[in-house]
């Protein structure tokens, strides 16, 4: 999912009926549940932890095909995202070991695994539909969200995960539809991005488009049903764009490529050929001055068109009837230093960061400032436990040995900015990687 942990950006809150999801980008990332590797997880059904029996891979297709069986009768939209292949390497032994005999070494071969496990699970997911009668008139879309993150093969492309060259977000898209005509194989030259999908799918299954937010992609369905129609210009000369920020604030040129059907402008002074040279081995841009200032100038004004958004804050709700309480995580701190995994928060850096939250309702709210989730036992060294939610503070002793910290305050509803500290006798500060939320009263 990787779109947030909390209320109101879970999937369940944006639209999703039924969902299974790890925690956080990846298993073992910070709002995962604790102790979480692979194998025998506890993963949420809807906001509410199960333990769930299986390799990850396995479980997410399996309960995929439980979603499409009980909906077998009517239409359906099952989305599988799935965390493999993703460090940690972790992947049963059966998977990998057939690489490892072939002389590759970890943790390669368990990436390899990894990728054979989830084709195995392609595999037997297309098998059901076929044993349901749907395989016919079921859109089935297989697609990557970016590059190989481990090196190995990656088609000759430059680059691999978060680098602004084609090996870094050029990726697979099979779209396979019999019913259609789509059960041979047929490339589709044209330009395109993931952003195409909706309005794609919303042509193909005759579905209206909502007329707000405004949709970026454009529809594919006419070249992808084969049709020979004139296509028209803002498919066939289209100039798309693709970044990679990971920081505070957006950076006009980082890490970013402007591309068009035959070329690439790489951090916005590189050019490459890729009709006439697919790896990007040769920067051509002294030889086209004119398309590198017009590929800058299209760059300019896309950034101009996301330049408004850059100051909206995405706030975690507090205190609303749908989550309470709500528990933080140190993922979601604004940081230069953010605990991202379980093995770098259980290293307890001194670090610290601030949320931004939207407290729902005005009442009496309690603090639970942890170092660890409920339930996992770390107690808290002797010092202070502090708290502030904008220009409100509140400060107590902690207790040697205690394994949670509890302040209460009075909020007004509204956006606030919030920051916890454990300060210890010996200077050591940090903030408190796990703090729960919740509204105790309503004014």
């Known amino acids: 999912w990787h779109l947030g942990d909390n209320y109101p950006l879970r999937p369940h809150d944006q639209g999703f009926e039924a969902c299974l999801y790890h925690g956080g980008g990846g298993v073992t990332q910070t709002p995962d549940y604790w102790g979480n590797d692979y194998f025998d997880d506890t993963y ?84 059901r539909l076929v044993e349901l009668g749907l395989a016919e008139n079921t859109i089935l879309i297989f697609m990557t969200d970016n590059g190989t993150a481990e090196g190995g093969f990656n088609a000759g492309m430059r680059g691999q995960k978060g680098a602004a060259y084609d090996g870094g977000h050029r990726v697979p898209c099979f779209i396979h539809w019999p019913a259609a005509g789509l059960n041979v194989g047929r490339d589709l030259p044209l330009l395109s991005a993931h952003i195409d999908l909706f309005p794609t799918l919303c042509d193909l299954c005759s579905l209206g488009r909502p007329a707000v937010p405004a949709i970026d992609g454009q529809s594919l369905a006419i070249p992808v049903l084969g049709f020979d129609a004139v296509l028209p210009e803002s498919l066939t000369s289209r100039t798309l764009f693709v970044h990679s920020q990971r920081i505070e604030e957006p950076v006009m040129w980082r890490t970013c490529a402007v591309m068009t059907s035959r070329f690439r402008l790489v951090n916005g002074h590189e050019l490459y050929d890729i009709e006439r040279d697919p790896g990007q081995t040769e920067d051509v841009a002294a030889r086209y001055p004119d398309l590198v200032q017009r590929m800058r100038t299209a760059y300019e004004a896309w950034w101009s068109d996301l330049a408004p958004s850059f100051d909206d804050d995405v706030r975690i709700v507090i205190g609303a009837d749908e989550a309470n309480p709500t528990t933080l995580t140190c993922h979601d701190w604004h940081s230069e230093e953010v605990p991202w995994n379980q093995p770098s928060v259980e290293r307890d850096p ?72 454990f300060e210890e006798p010996n200077g050591q500060s940090r903030g408190a990687y796990f703090v729960t939320i919740r509204r105790l009263s309503a004014e």
């Open 350 to 421: 001194a670090a610290n960061g601030y949320w931004l939250i939207d407290v729902a309702q005005a009442g009496r709210y309690e603090f639970a400032l942890r170092l660890r989730p409920a339930g996992i036992s770390r107690p808290l060294n002797a010092g202070t436990a502090a708290i502030s939610v904008d220009d409100l503070e509140a400060v107590i002793e902690v207790a040697p040995g205690a394994e949670s910290a509890r302040l209460e305050m009075d909020l007004s509803p509204g956006p606030v900015r919030l920051q916890t500290w």
């Open 44 to 127: 949420f059904r809807n906001g509410i932890p199960e333990a769930c029996d299986g390799y990850c891979t396995d479980v997410w297709f399996r309960e995929a095909a439980k979603f499409i069986e009980s909906h077998r009768s009517e239409p359906f939209f099952c989305y599988i995202a799935t965390n493999a292949p993703h460090a940690p390497y972790n992947v049963g032994d059966e998977w990998k070991q057939p690489y490892l005999d072939a002389g590759i070494a970890e943790p390669m071969a368990s990436f390899y695994g990894m990728i054979a496990n989830i084709d195995h699970n392609v595999g037997s997911l297309r098998a």
